[in-house]
């Protein structure tokens, strides 16, 4: 018996055919789901029988055949014609008298449900072959929201079956090989969430840029979700670590504010949305809480659980949400198998790495964005403003332009990269850029106005989430590793510095036994930016200098404490580098800047002395206690102490850098504890660099302080030789392998062994020196923590120094 209109309770995932991936999925979770606490809106499916049976009253597939016969997908204007004919044939069909009554009925009863004579639904379309393994037809067919009344809801169901023959879906179909008449066409008729009234957005279940497993993402805009698909706004973007989330901890381990200067709500016209201006002040809020964050993400593993246990694999998913600003409650409006990163295999990491240095790079760069994915790309810039000019687009081009939508589909994929001024990390442009391999910009908000047609530009996704343009064709290397092949040492545990938590995710791919030196510097710099004391003091600053207090401001827009921004932006930057490397440890080395460092830090100048010679002034511990800096330590305490109580991430552990005496080091542990990091408690281990000949000296005494050393190399050898290795007169002279740092590096291990003391090197020497590495692992070393991009090739030195070491 053939189903024209069913309820969406009544199908499955094995409903595909008859309803679509999108509507089979939505039956899914309502049958499975509902029951855990999870909230979807109800409704019906105008299935693709009665699409067919549409297709066979009106006489319309012969028709359709004749106008795409001979049809040359590359020729954007010849597609354009033939999809608009096609469509234009299908609205003017009409419905069979029995679906038509049928469509009316389910409607009546739905609003009957929802107390009300004449519901508010969204139409929207799913193809029965969408979603599928082989074939993704992200936003292919049509959404109709805020669509009231039985006989508009007929129209937009018949625009549904019309908008499979858009000109994307028709590119779509050529490409994956699809008959286009063996992919039918339903429509799901779902209650309309009030998002306009609340927020919507997208939510990923592993990080959609480095396929990372073990985080949850969410994007949020207010109003209607179609905003944040076309690109329109910037997404504030949440990101939760899954397993300390499931151990109750409120584990958001970043937060970024989005610029939501718009949104659509509901319109009262013939056009029943419309896009109006957001409040300045509303711009500064987040568009979800902490709590409705956190609730989002259980849902979402939950989903995810469900459909991996289901298809028997891992199966993460692309989830849409919407907050209903009427009832104050959140629901799940669309989920679907993530496509790109289910189907890599993790065996073979891909790196790119752009060489030079970080200044002649910085010279060249031109705009910076969104970066999406982790890829290079040379060429030349075409700038479209519209589709009007889509034929002079050439194969191997650099598309730069405003937004796009699906309709720009099949200029997109002959393209070598995609640069928007618009769009955040779930629009359009990303979504089709990842699934086809290629890297994208997105929200440079001015890439068509600084780039020129003709210029060669290189395209940078592999510096971390920020996307950088430059100028002319720089170098890069791109390397295949298999990981599979990698030796892994029995003893030493081999671990990372790692700077930039943008990276973290990335290289946790890597071989490795967590983070041995993961600096703060990096993330004060270009995350926080302001000095600690300048936003402490901020209130005396706004009355002596009233332009200062306005770049800090605006730095911290969202922030009314502007404290509390320090505590968070360096909570969030530590997060991000523990849960990529949990459960392994992670050692956090506290701030190291050197005053002439500090001074350059936006309103460092008016707390920072000028010094002679900062590299031996006031650094490292003996700020962490001086009345001056004091204050300014206790957001650094508060942010580690906000890692491990709140989030959950107990794998970091404290380093203190440049500590010339015990009794420092006990002064350090002394405030520390003031600000609630106890030695010990919670598991908390707290290590000291050994950089100073003095700590080697005195590691006896160190050593009943703290839990451990790491050698710092680079000021070991540069105290031990009394050297400026920034000197070109004497740096010929610097050299970790100098028999004086090795006897000192030898002491050190002896008396670590000697008194039950973990001890690892986090400096330079054993990334740039194998043989350095080789001496290390013969004294006993417990850890070796390596620059990422030396990791792999490190490995089978350590390995091989092993074997020898066990052999004598």
Known sequence: MEEFVVWLDEVGIEDIPLVGGKNASLGEMIRNLSPLGINIPYGFVVTSQAYYEFLRYNKLEEEIRKILKGLNTDDVKDLQRRGYEVRELIKGGEFPKEIEEKIKEYYKKLSKRYNTHALDVAVRSSATAEDLPDASFAGQ????????????????????????????????????????????????????????????????TL???????????????????????????????????????????????????????RKMVYASGPERVKIVNVPRKEQKLFALTDEEVLKLAQWGMKIEEYYSNKNGRWTPMDIEWAKDGKLNELFIVQARPETVHSRKENRKVKTYVILGSEEERRKKRLLYGIAVGDKVAVGKVKILYSLEDADKFKEGEILVTDITDPDWEPIMKKARAIITNRGGRTSHAAIVARELGIPAIVGTYKATEVLKDGMEITVSCAEGERGYVYEGRLNFKEEEIDLENIPRPKKVKVMMNIGNPESAFRYSFLP???????????IISNYIKVHPLALIKFEEIKEKDPKLAQKIEEITFGYEDKATYFVKKLSYGIAKIASAFYPNPVIVRLSDFKSNEYAKLIGGELFEPEEENPMLGWRGASRYYS??????????????????????????????????????????????????????????????????????????????????????????????????????????????????????????????????????????????????????????????????????????????????????
């Open 207 to 261: 990080d959609p840029e480095s396929g990372f497993r073990d985080v949850v993402v969410i994007n949020a805009i207010y109003g209607l979700g179609e905003l944040i698909v076309q690109g329109m706004v910037t997404p504030d973007e949440f990101m939760v670590f899954k397993p300390t989330l499931k151990e109750g901890y409120s584990s958001i381990i970043e937060k970024k504010l989005g610029r939501k200067d």
């Open 627 to 808: 009345e001056e800096f004091k204050e300014a330590f206790g957001l650094e305490c508060k942010a580690i102490l906000r890692v491990r109580n709140k989030m959950g991430l107990k794998n970091v552990k404290v380093m203190i850098p440049f500590c010339r005496t015990p009794e420092e080091g006990r002064r350090v542990l002394k405030i520390m504890e003031e600000f609630g990091l106890k030695r010990g408690e919670n598991g908390l281990e707290i290590y000291v660099m050994a950089e100073i000949p003095s700590n080697v000296i005195l590691a006896d005494e160190f050593a009943k302080i703290f839990d451990g050393f790491s050698i710092g190399s680079n000021d070991l050898t540069q105290l031990t030789l009394g050297i400026d290795r920034d000197s070109s007169l004497v740096a010929h002279l610097y050299d970790e392998r100098n028999e004086a740092v090795k006897r000192l590096i030898e002491m050190l291990i002896g008396c670590a062994k000697k008194n039950g003391r973990k001890v690892g090197i986090c400096g330079q020497a054993p990334s740039d020196f194998p043989d350095f590495a080789k001496f290390l692992v013969k004294l006993g070393i417990d850890s070796i923590s390596l620059n990422p991009d030396s990791i792999i090739r490190t490995l089978p030195v350590i390995v091989e120094a092993e074997r020898e070491t066990a052999l004598k």
């Open 512 to 522: 490795n036994d967590g983070v041995g030196l993961a600096r703060e510097e990096f």
């Open 141 to 204: 067919q049509e959404t109709y929201l805020n669509v009231v009344g039985a006989e508009n809801v007929i129209v937009a169901v018949k625009n549904g079956f019309a908008s499979l023959f858009t000109d994307r879906a028709i590119v779509y179909r050529e490409r994956f090989g699809f008959d286009h008449f063996k992919v039918g066409i339903a429509m799901g008729v779902q209650k309309m969430v009030r998002s306009d009234l609340g927020s919507s957005g997208v939510m990923f």
